[in-house]
């Protein structure tokens, strides 16, 4: 089991920017979670899918952001236009309904 | 909305030592996780209490879930160099995990 895998590990990128982040969840979990973790408010749940479906999409900071997951085996978080103040660590995690499990993150850089 | 905090938010502990970290939640736990996570990489599950008083270890680290299902303890016996790391406890409402602020923990020989 490779576990889940994001792309890419490091992103830098200018003001302005459109950032795609990716994530391959483990193989037959139904669930897919997007956080991401600063120092200044730890690790805040972004969005949430059950079945490929968006089920909890409060915690999306503003309309710059948006997840999408197409199937079973793919999802992006998109941000568009970037700023500063996103940069952060990106994480996603996969589940059957209890524990997460969790990939090595996107470290984003926005200049 | 539920919120869950850590205490001590920092610790430095000597090699051998025994440990204690914190999670207090504002509201019943229906399920209560902690993680752990090194510099740089995802967090790494550890345990799940789902009930009232439950109790599980894992080798050295040992955590509680108290009666009222609002507090939970992890304890580290003997702590190790390996043991460095950030803790965090997280609680399922009910489908989602929302974390704690977590605990910096340093192990020095």
């Known amino acids: 089991d490779a576990g889940v895998i994001q792309s890419p590990r490091h992103e830098v990128t200018e003001m302005g920017q459109e950032v795609t982040l990716r994530c391959k969840p483990i193989?037959?979990?139904?669930?897919l979670f997007w956080y991401r973790q600063t120092m200044m408010r730890g690790l805040e749940l972004l969005i949430y899918?059950?079945?490929?479906?968006?089920?909890?999409d409060s915690g999306m900071p503003e309309d710059r952001f948006s997840a999408k997951m197409p199937n079973a085996s793919f999802s992006t978080l998109k941000i568009q236009p970037s700023e500063p103040r996103d940069s952060a660590v990106y994480f996603c995690?996969?589940?059957?309904?209890?524990?997460?499990?969790f990939g090595n993150g996107t470290r984003l850089t926005v200049t | 909305s539920q919120e869950l905090e850590q205490s001590p938010q920092s610790l430095i502990v000597q090699e051998g030592k025994n440990l204690t970290i914190n999670c207090t939640s504002s509201?019943?736990?229906?399920?209560l996780y902690w993680y752990k996570q090194k510099y740089g990489e995802g967090l790494i599950f550890l345990m799940m209490?789902?009930?009232?008083?439950e109790e599980k270890s894992h080798e050295k680290i040992t955590a509680k879930l108290d009666e009222k299902k609002q507090q939970s303890s992890l304890h580290i016996t003997a702590s190790q160099p390996s043991h460095a790391g950030i803790y965090l406890c997280?609680?399922?409402?009910?489908?989602?995990?929302?974390f704690g602020t977590g605990t910096r923990l340093q192990v020095f020989p």
């Open positions: 995690a996969s589940s059957l309904g209890g524990p997460l499990h």
């Open positions: 193989s037959g979990h139904d669930y």
């Open positions: 899918f059950n079945n490929n479906v968006p089920i909890d």
């Open positions: 509201k019943t736990l229906y399920g």
């Open positions: 209490l789902q009930k009232g008083g």
């Open positions: 997280g609680a399922g409402v009910p489908d989602k995990l929302i």
